[in-house]
């Protein structure tokens, strides 16, 4: 089957779909978009973790039709997410093609993340340290994002229930709740 | 496989008449894992999520009727007044990922001993809409709902469009063994509801016989003791003893099984302190209530 979708702002359309494939397999396998992660496929790891018409969910977990006529975000489209949110003109989005050439570090500094764009929430665990393997990296991004957007000032109990479906195997999640208080900080200095 | 779209309740209640395998997807947090591991290879999927209905819901005087596919997450966040035991099981459903897509619906129609509305539902009493093209409605007590282990009352042709849960009228309470916070599927579960109105408590246990059940033998004897005790009236503390008796017959309402998750003795002795502690709470939250108007007539 055909499934047309807005993916990070911009319609896409995926062809030769499989009624019983999920959004994470379009994603990654049909429309080149990696960031989001296979780990477990069974709702367990969080790190496929997109938006949904705003909302957080495992991307292994929705069926490819459910999506039809409807907006994802994926990691790859965050940093312009981000920029949205806070220009609010409604204007923006992320082609495809940038989002398939979307890289952390273009030809820059790949420590610093000077070079390219990122959103608060990817700057903030570049600077605090909580990127080791990066696998878990793209979900937990997408599940703190949204709950910046919705609690600027969350308090560590805040954090841990937010991040709660999301399993990191490296950090042991110290540096991943100092990244997420780093993000509101600077966000409400307006940094 | 095909994937049927129905884009409203009526279409998709002559998909199911038309295809009675076809498979109901609601958040699909049950159906893709199955999918996923290729544990299922539905003929066809039926996507309910183009039905807005299913995802409101309707507070009455005495009932919510709630959508089949209301989430978790706007339970706890819409409903906690309304149905206060049913938002704390939910809160307890696996992560905000999983909360943001499963829903009751998708609860009752896997019907694992384990799901975590299931107690919930039992303790506040409810009765399930379910509908079909050829008969239309017709509303199952939860108490016949579970049949066995992950089968319920549904005939092929029928889908859940709600559950009709009883308001809360009183403190309700859920307590659920896992071996952390997020993420855990129950070793065991217990939900508990004191209905001063009709002056009885119900229970609902999971994860400790094949289908959810009440422990219809404790309620008996802790609703005898209440009454006769005058507790409802003089909202004295429940007697030790007494809530020992009701957590020992919690217990024997079980009929476990040794799994992974745990031993049939471990769930037996657990389901009789959640049992006990539930009670202490809820009772607690009772005396704490009649005190406050007492003090404010
Ligand atoms: C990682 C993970 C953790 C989990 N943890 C928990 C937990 O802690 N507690 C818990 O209780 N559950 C847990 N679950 C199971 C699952 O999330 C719940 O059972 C949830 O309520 C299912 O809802 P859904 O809408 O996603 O159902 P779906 O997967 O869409 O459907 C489930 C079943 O119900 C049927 N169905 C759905 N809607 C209807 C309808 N309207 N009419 C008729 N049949 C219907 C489907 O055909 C299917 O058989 C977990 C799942 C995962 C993946
Ligand atoms: S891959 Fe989806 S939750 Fe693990
Ligand atoms: S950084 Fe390796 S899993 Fe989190």
């Known amino acids: ?191 | 496989m095909d994937f049927l779209r129905p884009a409203s309740w009526e279409e998709a209640l002559a998909a199911k008449a038309e295809h009675p395998t076809a498979v109901p997807i609601a958040g699909g947090t049950d159906v893709m894992v199955e999918i996923n591991f290729d544990h299922r290879r539905p003929e066809y999927l039926l996507d309910l999520n183009r039905i807005g209905d299913l995802a409101e819901w309707e507070v009455g005087e005495d009932t919510v009727r709630l959508g089949a596919s209301v989430s978790y997450t706007r339970i706890m966040q819409d409903l906690r007044a309304e149905l206060p035991g049913l938002a704390l099981a939910s809160h307890t459903v696996a992560s905000p990922q999983i909360r943001n897509r499963g829903g009751v619906g998708g609860n009752l129609g896997t019907a694992s001993p384990a799901g975590d509305a299931h107690p919930a539902l039992l303790a506040a009493g409810a009765q399930v809409e379910a509908e079909s093209a050829a008969r239309g409605t017709r509303l199952i007590p939860i108490d016949e709902f579970y049949t066995g282990v992950k089968r319920n009352a549904l005939q092929p042709d029928e889908l859940i469009r709600a559950v009709h849960i009883k308001k809360a009228d009183g403190p309700q309470q859920y307590s659920k063994v896992g071996t952390r916070n997020a993420m855990v599927i129950a070793v065991c579960a217990f939900g508990l509801a004191l209905h001063p109105q009709t002056r009885t408590v119900r229970t609902g246990i999971g994860s400790a016989a094949p289908t959810p059940v009440r422990a219809k033998t404790a309620e008996d004897f802790l609703n005898a003791a209440l009454e006769e005790g005058g507790f409802w009236d003089n909202g004295k503390i429940i007697t030790p003893s007494v809530a020992k008796q009701f957590a020992e017959l919690c217990s024997g309402a079980c009929n476990p099984i040794d799994d992974v998750r745990g031993t049939a003795s471990y769930r037996r002795h657990a389901v009789g302190v959640m049992a006990r502690r539930t009670l202490t709470w809820a009772w607690e939250s009772y005396r704490g209530a009649r005190r406050a108007s007492e003090g404010a007539a």
Not at chain 1, 61 to 81: F, I, K, M, N, S
Not at chain 1, 107 to 135: K, R, W, Y
Not at chain 1, 145 to 168: F, V, W
Request: aromatic letters at 4%; hydrophobic letters at 35%.
């Open chain 1, 1 to 191: 089957m055909r499934v047309h979708f807005t993916v990070n702002g911009r319609p896409q359309e995926a062809d030769d779909v499989w009624e019983g494939e999920s959004l994470l397999y379009v994603l990654r396998e049909r429309l080149g978009l990696p960031g989001s992660k296979n780990a477990c496929e069974q709702g367990e790891c969080g790190s496929c973790t997109v938006r949904l018409d705003g909302v957080p969910v495992c991307s292994c977990l929705v069926a490819a039709g459910q999506v039809e006529g409807r907006e994802v975000v994926t990691v790859e489209g965050l940093a312009d997410y981000a920029k949205e949110r806070s220009c609010g003109t409604g204007a923006c989005g992320t082609t495809l093609q940038d989002a398939q050439q979307w890289q952390a570090k273009p030809a820059s500094d790949s420590q610093t993340g000077e070079g390219t764009e990122l959103s608060p929430i990817q700057q903030a665990f570049i600077d605090a340290g909580a990127v080791q393997c990066g696998f878990c990296t793209p979900g937990l991004l997408v599940a703190a994002d949204e709950m910046l957007e919705h609690n600027p000032n969350p308090s560590d109990a805040d954090i841990r229930e937010a991040l709660s479906g999301n399993l990191c195997r490296c950090t042991g999640y110290e540096k991943i709740m100092d990244a997420v208080r780093l993000a509101a900080a600077r966000q409400a200095e307006g940094v």
